[in-house]
């Protein structure tokens, strides 16, 4: 997302804060660099950065700051509903889920509880940075409050098992609601440190939230977007090497490349486990579809089913696909079906615009997109995938 704005270093102890603004970093190499210090007067290191008491009681204001790119602990910002997905602080094995240092998971815990008993005016303001592209560099994404307003108080504050280096532990995942606050004043800021939140200077949408629990999110309609080769390619090392070996399984797959179409469905359903059934279609009458399916939606009691059409192509980061192997998918798709194109490569620059452009009901799922899908279930390395086509599609 490009920064609308940029703060000088120097500039950050009077600034506001901006929605998608950048605030620079220092440039002496050391932890006085950090712009969060600076700009909210806070600690200088932590995905938590507590102002004020840190069991939650006489909390000032928590910033959250994250990088958004930890495999383990996936935090995001989903812009088209305003929720935000953050992570606790217990990261490691070793500790109670409370017990951290900062007291990231205690104020996460306070401020859910007290959310669930509707005493929201002692929930503190939580605003939210993430890392930008430069140096030590970060950009504000938006001042946050617990929960939204389609979960329950069973799934806004979950404590979910880790395994790792043999040892399992807890940690929380929380779901915040950015509110649709466009700037947020310094003088509110300051206000804050003095321990007055209900200030004139506060936004209304915070104050409306305070009062009558109602979530005005930020949300933000997705344009038309073409993803470039560029993006719909693995994006690091690491990834490349994760789809290189679905690459080179089945090119030398003793079925052939349609084998991968069987890899190609596993991994769509592995993408929304809404895909609840799929069927393989032979390579000599498939009529321009390699699978078929279908898509739930609603509640197993009162779910509907959707038809889906898949086609894939098992192909080299250097071969694009184009718009004769999309129409090929797009042309054969009935009244109220959709389809999904999963290729290891990427969807050229025509065939994508007119799949975006005429509004085609497909899914396009590119190399970049798999090597995602396969981290999210757990499968982050070369090895990995290689045991796991060995262990699927032998």
Not at 60 to 82: A, Q
Not at 266 to 272: G, H, N, S
Not at 285 to 292: F, K, L, T, V
Not at 374 to 387: H, I
């Amino acid at each position: 997302m490009t920064s609308t704005r940029t703060f000088l270093f120097s500039d950050l102890p009077n600034a506001d804060l901006i929605i998608d603004a950048t605030y620079e970093g220092g440039n002496k190499g050391n932890a006085g660099d950090d712009p969060l210090s600076k700009l909210m007067g806070c600690e200088n290191q932590g995905g938590f950065r507590i102002v004020g008491a840190r069991n939650g009681f006489n909390t000032k204001f928590c910033v959250l700051y994250t990088d958004l790119s930890n495999l383990d602990w996936p935090d995001r910002i989903e812009i088209e509903t305003g929720k935000f997905f953050y992570y606790g602080d217990n990261r490691e094995p070793g500790r109670e889920l409370h017990d951290t240092p900062k007291k990231g998971n205690l104020i996460l815990r306070f401020s859910f509880d007290e959310l669930h008993k509707g005493n929201r005016k002692v929930i503190p303001p939580f605003f939210v940075f993430t890392k930008s592209t430069k140096g030590r560099d970060v950009v504000f994404r938006g001042l946050a409050v617990p929960g939204a307003p389609d979960l329950n108080e069973t799934e806004d504050l979950i404590a979910i098992w880790k395994l790792k280096s043999g040892n399992r532990f807890q940690n929380y995942r929380a779901v915040f609601t950015i509110l649709d606050v466009a700037t947020v004043k310094r003088s509110w800021i300051q206000d804050l440190h003095n321990g007055h939140p209900f200030t004139q200077n506060a936004p209304s949408e915070w104050i409306e939230w305070i009062i009558s629990g109602k979530y005005q999110a930020l949300k933000a309609k997705r344009a038309i977007e073409f993803r470039t080769k560029k993006e719909q390619l693995p994006s690091t090392k690491t990834r490349e090497e994760m789809v290189q070996c679905i690459i080179n399984y089945f090119k030398g797959h003793t079925r052939g490349e349609y084998a991968f179409e069987e890899c190609a469905a596993r991994i769509a359903q592995m993408m929304d486990n809404n895909i609840v059934e799929y069927d393989l279609t032979r390579p000599w009458r498939d009529g321009g579809r390699d699978a078929i399916g279908k898509y739930r939606i609603g509640m197993n009691e009162n779910a509907i089913y959707v038809d889906f059409a898949l086609e894939a192509k098992c192909k080299q980061f250097t071969n694009g696909s184009g718009v004769r192997e999309t129409s090929r998918l797009i042309s054969r798709l009935r009244y109220r079906q959709f389809g999904i194109f999963v290729t290891t490569s990427y969807v050229n620059k025509q065939a994508y615009e007119e799949i975006k452009t005429d509004g085609h009901p497909v899914v396009v799922i590119s190399g970049e997109d798999i090597a995602k899908i396969l981290e999210s279930r757990g499968l982050r390395t070369e090895n990995d995938v290689k045991q796991w086509l060995l262990k699927n599609f032998s």
